[in-house]
């Protein structure tokens, strides 16, 4: 069992490497059309060559419904192409080179003719191959054989021919067979009219004495019914005399109410007034308070933000000079595997660099939270001292910060500025090798261009001359098609006339009878609804009568609930007035007890608004100084994104450097080249990938890069200007 497990995977692992090998071996590509009244679809295709074996070909379709089939060099093939309701037919692939011609992957088209099968069942077939396929010398290409090609046209004419004449007769044998079966129909349809007008006077009769019936009952309900009304609308009248008098009595108790109610109301009001002054006051305070740390924050978020956005610029001004480099790189081998080995150790440095810039943000960030926490704790105590003194204290250590800032920045600019001055000079040197190496290779490219140019051209017009020929051969079967349908069409015009005079005249009798049944139905319809409504009205009056005496008992029911309500609310009242009217003076106590005390509280708060005010004052000038500095490095970063965002690739664009009309009318041109959707293409370069994504939405083009740099930088741009990554990903999404 395990041999035979070790033998299958060797079977298949040398299979796996034949198919590799076939894949990769040039092939001719032959599109093949299927021509016919309608379109073919899913035929089947057989491929074999020529000991006759079947062989399994690499196949595709496109768009326009061509079949795609991919034969391979030195051999013959004869092709078979079968589908349900068409004529099988064949042709022949000869893909033998000439010994002058190297075997590369080439392309032809072949447009073949599919013929239906006569309608009546029977199946025609032919042997020859309706076409040949080989290479011309003439045209330096593979073709369809054009001599071969008038000999088989007419054959399959004849074919089409023999087609027509037999659904000619199947469709006169058709004709006779439906003229026998409408008489039949249209006898037994006489006679289903006829017993459903019987049935139908039968039904009305019924119907009509059903309905004397139910109106007779309908009477008599109504009469019961109008007898209960009058006896439950006297109870009503009785029943509404004694809840006014009670209404009367409920009003009196509640004027008295309300009276108390409102005093207390008042007290209430007073004092509710005086807590929501106090709960302003306080509100007020509490956000000019928070407004004050709020600005601090913002201060200290804006010197971060303004260390990093430093920290971008100084590298995409390098890789800005990257990119510069890259235009004119090509060195010769041994100087490219040493400048490999610069760059290398350059991009070790730099890590170095920056992840000794990072611990060291780490310990400023460490240090200026221990900073911010012996802030807090300051702040508690200089509110217990005097406020002047407090003042004088924080300016102070405001003046000694700012001075340590300043010379930490200066010493970390001059370190930057002597770096970048020793790599500006070792890149210019490259720079000058590789410009001339570029220089040699585009005179190579632009000599093989020229050449390739030529033989192309000598391809396009023996094609021409061929497609013409093909056109005026289709011309002309084509109008032979259309002669032979018109014959067709008045032929079948002619006969559907004559059935329409005969169908005609049975239509017009069976229309009569059924007339009469219809109508008689109609009437008998009409009897039973009558019955119908009669038993739903005497059904109405019962309902209605048992309602009647329903809400009769309701009423009389609620009457003395009512009654005994009425006793326990004029009490409840009574005593919820002498509540209120103690609660109200208890109120107006208290209240009075919290002024005094909201009074002391205001007071308290006055004096810490004034030393909240010059914090306040104090964080708005360092945000304002730090935007400042914010400002003028994304100056520099935005300078150094131009130069980054420019490709090395001649045929490119660079968008940044076009002003407003020339712009606009690059990106015109992006929009009619690329047509509506999302485009995307990648320039790979020596230490960077620059990814291009070209949107075209409703005619207007947007023209997004990705700038990737191998020391681990992301830059995003929009139409040349620099964007955020999240607004990259919304632009190409």
Known sequence: MKKNYL???????IFLQNVGAQNNKPTLELATFLKAKKKVKDPVITVLDKEGQKVDLKTGTTEAGRVLLYFPFSNTYNVIVEREGYVTINFVVNTELPSSQKAENMSSDLDLKMIEQPVDGSKETIDKPVAKVNYIDKIGMFDYDWD???????????????????????????????????????????KEEEAKKAAAEAEKEKARLAAEEEKRKAEAARIALEEEKARIEEEKKLAEEARKAKEEELARLALEE??????????QRLA???????????ARLLEEKRLAEEAQQKAEEERLRLEEEKRLAVEAAKAAKEAEEERLRKEEAARVAEEKRLAEEARIEKEKRLAEEARIAEEKRLAEEKRLAEEAERIKREEEMNAEQARIAREKRLAEEAERLKKEEEARLAEEKRQAEEARLAEEKRLAEEARLAEE????????KAKELARQE????????RERLQAEKEAAEEEELRKIEEERQKRLAEEKREKFVQDSLRKVEIARIKAEAEEAERVAEQERKKAEEAARMAAEQKRLEEEARLKADEERRKREEEELRIAKEKEEAKLRAEAEKKRAEERK???????????????????????EAE????????????????????????????????????????????????????????AIKYGEGKHTRKIEERNRVITIVVVVDQGKATEYKWVKTSFGGNYYFKNGFSISKTQYGLGTS
């Open 7 to 13: 033998v299958s995977i060797l079977l298949l692992f």
């Open 148 to 190: 071969y090609d008038d000999e088989i046209t007419e054959e399959l004419r004849e074919l089409e021919k023999a087609i027509r004449e037999k659904n000619k007769s199947f469709e006169k044998e058709q004709k006779l067979k439906e003229d026998e079966l409408a008489t039949a129909e249209f006898e037994e349809t006489k």
């Open 258 to 267: 309300e009276k108390a109610k409102k005093a207390a109301e008042e007290a």
């Open 272 to 282: 509710e007034e005086e807590r929501k002054k106090r709960e302003e006051e306080e």
């Open 441 to 448: 290779k585009r005179l190579a490219e632009e000599e093989a």
């Open 458 to 465: 000598e391809i396009k017009k023996a094609r021409l001359e």
């Open 589 to 611: 106590r208290l209240a009075e007890i919290e002024a005094a005390r909201e009074k002391a509280r205001t007071d308290s708060i006055n004096q810490a608004k004034i030393a």
């Open 615 to 670: 914090k306040r004052k104090e964080a708005e000038l360092e945000v304002a100084r730090r935007k400042e500095a914010v400002e003028k490095a994304k100056a520099e970063q935005e300078k150094s994104a131009q130069k980054l965002v420019a490709s090395t690739e001649p045929s490119d664009v660079d968008i940044s450097k076009l002003q407003s009309a020339e712009k606009a009318t690059y990106l015109s041109g992006l």
